[in-house]
């Protein structure tokens, strides 16, 4: 477990973690980093080399992230827990598709507009996708599409004015989901609520936080 939060840094030479090679839990949050290269986090020592396999959360909240690049994780593929919350991100980074064992991704309070075909949509293992306060306009038939595990799921606070009628008909897993504070009519609910028959819980507005992971 190693936490650098909270402090001023704006790159990480990839040469820092080299001796860490059992390191699991990296905290990032709080600082000034721009940018998330191949170079950045993922090369070298605990996470990339013998120890690539090592790292299994990621924190990187909370930063001024704008752009991750393609291959920004590339020898870090065992993460499973992924928080990028708190950015400055217009789109949902295309290397996320390449973490096969993703099981929770915080992108709540960034600036994404559009999650279809999003590169997420290749985590078979995702349980958790936390979406808040975007700029999200829209869900389609194929937003949720190929996430078979999904459980929990975070659309709260964002501009969504229409769900489509097939939108979570492939997530028969999905126990959680939270649209509250956004422009849904009575049609979007109606025929949302009754393709969702495994929902242990649900939001729509004026109801209590969801206390599960990262308080999705």
Same mark, same amino acid.
């Given at each position: 477990?190693?936490s650098?939060?909270?402090n001023?840094l704006?790159?990480?030479?990839?040469?820092?973690?080299?001796?860490?090679?059992?390191?699991?839990?990296?905290?990032?949050?709080?600082?000034?980093?721009? @940018?998330? @290269?191949?170079?950045?986090?993922?090369?070298?020592?605990?996470?990339?080399?013998?120890?690539?396999?090592s790292?299994?959360?990621?924190?990187?909240?909370?930063?001024?992230?704008?752009? /991750?690049?393609s291959?920004?994780?590339?020898?870090?593929?065992?993460?499973?827990?992924?928080?990028?919350?708190?950015?400055?991100?217009?789109? /949902?980074?295309?290397?996320l598709?390449s973490?096969?064992?993703?099981?929770?991704?915080?992108?709540?309070?960034?600036?994404? @507009?559009?999650?279809?075909?999003?590169?997420?949509?290749?985590?078979?293992?995702?349980?958790?996708?936390?979406?808040?306060?975007?700029?999200i306009?829209?869900?389609?038939?194929?937003?949720?599409?190929?996430? @078979?595990?999904?459980?929990? /799921?975070?659309?709260?606070?964002?501009?969504?004015?229409?769900?489509?009628?097939?939108?979570?008909?492939?997530?028969?897993?999905?126990?959680?989901?939270?649209?509250?504070?956004?422009?849904?009519?009575?049609?979007?609910?109606?025929?949302? /609520?009754?393709?969702?028959?495994?929902?242990?819980?649900?939001?729509?507005?004026?109801?209590?936080?969801?206390?599960?992971?990262?308080?999705?």
């Open positions: 477990y190693l650098l939060s909270h001023h704006t790159r990480i030479d990839s040469s820092l973690f080299r001796d860490l090679v059992s390191l699991q839990v990296l905290i990032l949050s709080h600082n000034q980093f721009k @940018t998330i @290269t191949a170079q950045s986090i993922c090369s070298g020592g605990a996470v990339a080399g013998a120890g690539q396999y790292l299994r959360f990621l924190a990187l909240d909370n930063n001024k992230i704008e752009q /991750v690049q291959e920004a994780f590339k020898n870090c593929t065992k993460i499973e827990d992924l928080n990028l919350s708190g950015n400055k991100l217009v789109s /949902v980074p295309d290397s598709g973490l096969l064992y993703l099981r929770y991704i915080d992108l709540g309070e960034n600036n994404i @507009t559009n999650i279809t075909h999003a590169s997420y949509q290749k985590l078979r293992n995702l349980n958790g996708l936390r979406l808040t306060d975007n700029s306009t829209s869900i389609d038939k194929d937003s949720f599409r190929h996430l @078979t595990s999904l459980k929990i /799921v975070n659309l709260a606070k964002n501009n969504i004015s229409n769900i489509e009628v097939e939108a979570f008909d492939h997530n028969l897993n999905l126990q959680a989901l939270r649209l509250d504070s956004n422009r849904l009519n009575d049609a979007n609910i109606s025929h949302l /609520v009754s393709n969702l028959k495994n929902l242990l819980w649900r939001s729509e507005e004026h109801t209590s936080e969801l206390q599960s992971h990262h308080d999705l």
